[in-house]
């Protein structure tokens, strides 16, 4: 159960900002406070994943995808400084950035928290345990109900429906009248996984992960 007020991160790049937007307001109106950041250049990737932020949820935005456990990646897209000169308005190019699990070691530390992802497939065992060994004690992401080794794309939608349900869960008891019920986070996530069974890209696709289980 959360309490009013907690701190949440919503992060994203360009490509989901619309998405990350709804999202921000919804848990404002549950009455988390929200910090959102809106990733542009590569150095803000690094410095928030790097920098011990102390939240209890993050969600991050993004897309993904790779086929084996060396290149299976949460993709972010932003522009970086190829001279290095960030005050300069020359130099600047389009890039991207590519979260493999190997990258997720060398970027991602300090961490804390739950960490829950939109990105296609990000659900797969090796990107879980590099985010969990990075600090989070649980992550959430989608992987693919039948076969846990394959990609799967998942429907934005369905990714909306899955946050915000998870986290009116995680508030039941919390400032309503006549709430009598109170959800843990496997809990919550179990019920917001169920609830379009039926669709195959749909909220089913989201597993959650704790550094306990999986013994990191």
Known sequence: ???????????????????AHALRGMLEAFGLQVDFYFFLQKRQILDFFSQPLN????????HGSGKTAEDMHLRLEVVDQKDGDYDTPEGWDRVVVELTPAKIVEYVQNREGTLLSTACSSGRKPL?????????QSYIAPVHPDDPTKE??????SSLVFFTSFFYYL????????????YTEQEAAEKAAQLDPHFQHGTKTFQRYTAVEEKI
């Not at 159960?1 to 360009?14: P, Q």
Request: with cysteine; glycine share 4%; charged share 25%.
């Open 55 to 62: 939240y209890a949820y993050t969600v991050i935005f993004c």
């Open 128 to 136: 879980a345990e590099a985010f969990l060994k990075s600090g989070y």
């Open 152 to 157: 799967i794309d998942v429907d934005i939608d």
């Open 1 to 19: 159960m959360l309490r009013l007020f907690t701190r949440v991160a919503v992060v994203c790049d360009h490509t989901m900002l619309q998405d």
């Open 171 to 182: 508030m039941d008891g919390v400032d309503r009248d006549d709430s009598t019920t109170s």
